[in-house]
């Protein structure tokens, strides 16, 4: 891989919050690595260690963050959490990935100050995987680490196989916590697996607050008695309420630790008023909070295009529900709950998404996108690595990710039936734990 070294612009002095010492340094890399273009992005990292003797000297731990489209974690709470496990070994640079955070984000405004859909697709093809890997490359060198090891939590998973795919001899090790995706090149299959587990997930649900399948129904209901009568329910950004737009609190399914969120949304969804029955404040808030598309375009724009090594998306995840998996479809009953399926209704109903439809269309009927990842390096991989995967995930499916860990010379297995998506932030001592484990021996 070329990436010359990061030029650090800046570092902050360190300040020491419960048991964490933390600096933020900003550094500037190449749009696209390894030719002579003039244009750069600015990146946001964030250095971690522990507030204890020695810690200065631990060897380095990258966190690459879930998404796409997120930022790294903010260590709010210190020496907590899952950066409570790793400190006593690591000190840990928590990087912005290109587009989000700190690191010359990507917004509506940002991508259309590049001109049309073209433009602005050029643009976002070098905001994959394989680039982000290029970003860590540069900045490791800029620091002037030999080497250090990851932690990939969901789409920070696949940015690890791309790694290694990439650029192996700069890892110590590679933990993965719910990241082991899809390699061969086609979403199809993942959205497939994905409305399985979802309906899965959505049953068992139903059999904890049973009460909760008829509120459900009747906040479709009052969603279409509203449109019907043309006075239709609105989001705060103005956005119509829609049977997708409800469908979308299947994202509360993805975790354990926010899945009883949905049932304490659906408890005052409905106002029954004696003039007309309407949804409630709250419960609008927390629809507009599931679809925070201003602030994270890039998460529905590159959601499927995460998968393709070649060929068209094509809406892979339209496709799939339509042929297989009707009661998904609006027009049911009682739809379904949906989870990460970016779909084309998304950029005619979302104000904040609207007027990047033509970029999405023209994203999805991309052909040619570059391979994400090596299957032969990954064939003879000799670093370190360990995954967490967890039986009933609603977003990486069991299944597939033990295909592509068969993939993977060497990758050990630690598998949950109890943790979901969001198990590093549940039980992040067990799943750390067993995942440092496995690679130390």
Do not use: K
């Amino acid at each position: 891989m070329i990436a010359r070294p990061a030029t650090l612009l800046s570092r902050s002095p360190e300040s020491t919050w419960r048991g964490a010492v933390a600096s933020s340094l900003r550094f500037s890399v190449p749009l696209r690595h390894g030719d002579a273009s003039p244009e750069s992005l600015e990146l946001f990292a964030r250095a971690v260690r522990a507030d204890e003797e020695g810690s200065a000297q631990r060897p380095w731990l990258l966190f690459l963050q879930g998404g796409p489209g997120f930022p790294a974690l903010r260590p709010t709470g210190g020496a907590s959490g899952w950066l409570a496990e790793l400190l006593p070994r690591f000190q840990v640079l928590l990087l912005d990935q290109r587009g989000t955070g700190g690191s010359s984000p990507i917004d509506a405004a940002a991508l259309l100050g590049r001109g049309g859909p073209e433009a602005q697709a050029e643009y976002l093809s070098c905001f994959r995987a394989p680039d982000i890997v290029a970003d860590a490359e540069a900045v490791r060198q800029g620091l002037g680490i030999a080497s250090w090891s990851t932690l990939g939590q969901s789409y920070g998973g696949f940015i690890t196989l791309s790694y290694l795919s990439l650029a192996p001899a700069s890892l110590d090790r590679c933990l993965i916590t719910g990241g082991l995706g899809e390699i061969r090149g086609d979403a199809a299959p993942v959205y497939r697996a994905t409305y399985a587990r979802m309906r899965e997930r959505e049953e068992e649900f139903f059999s904890w607050h049973p009460e909760d399948r008829e509120r459900l129904q009747r906040v479709y209901d009052v969603v279409r008695a509203a449109r019907a009568a043309g006075s239709p329910e609105r989001l705060a950004d103005g956005s119509e309420v829609t049977e997708t737009t409800v469908q979308r609190l299947g994202m509360f399914l993805g975790g354990n630790g926010r899945v009883q969120g949905l049932h304490f949304a659906l408890e005052q969804a409905v106002v029954e008023a004696p003039e007309c029955a309407r949804l409630s404040a709250a419960f609008l808030g927390v629809l507009q909070a599931q679809l925070d598309h201003a602030g994270h375009p890039l998460y529905w724009l590159l959601q499927e295009s995460i998968y393709s090594s070649g060929a068209p998306t094509a809406w892979a995840a339209s496709r799939v529900r339509a042929a297989e998996y009707p009661d998904f479809l609006p027009s049911a009953p009682c739809p379904r709950l949906l989870g990460e399926m970016a779909l084309p209704s998304d950029y005619e109903e979302s104000v904040p998404l609207r007027q990047l439809a033509p970029l999405a269309w023209l994203l999805a009927e991309h052909e040619g996108w570059p391979a994400l990842y090596d299957p032969q390096a990954l064939a003879r991989n000799a670093v370190p690595v360990a995954a967490a995967v967890y039986t009933h995930d609603v977003y990486v499916d069991r299944e597939l990710s033990l295909a592509t860990a068969g993939a993977v010379r060497g990758l050990r297995v630690w598998e949950s039936e109890t943790l979901h998506h969001d198990g590093i932030a549940d039980d992040p001592s067990a799943v750390i734990g067993a995942l440092l484990e496995l690679t130390d021996a």
